[in-house]
């Protein structure tokens, strides 16, 4: 499961915004991405290339299938 989700550094800290569903003491992954790393025109390049590898993905005739298997 992937969660994008802000918080604040606070004494040595990351404080969550808002709390999440998940049991004490889970494992998780923290990647950190502050306002100033990125440039927007950086933003928007890693964006652009998104967007191409899920339409790569999810736009070809592997999955006309799965879309007349919905039709019916």
């Known amino acids: 499961m ?3 989700l802000e918080a604040t550094y606070v ?3 990351l404080v969550l915004d808002k ?3 998940l049991p004490d003491k ?3 992954i923290v990647t950190i ?3 100033s790393d990125t440039s927007e025109s ?3 390049a ?4 998104s967007e191409q590898s899920l339409l790569k993905a999810w736009d070809n005739p592997q999955d006309d299938v799965f879309h007349d298997l919905l039709t019916k």
């Not at 890693?46 to 290339?49: H, I, P, R």
């Open 42 to 44: 950086e933003r928007a």
């Open 19 to 21: 709390p999440l569903p």
């Open 11 to 13: 004494d040595g800290k």
């Open 2 to 4: 992937t969660t994008t």
């Open 46 to 49: 890693w964006l652009k290339l």
């Open 26 to 28: 889970a494992h998780v």
């Open 33 to 35: 991405e502050t306002g």
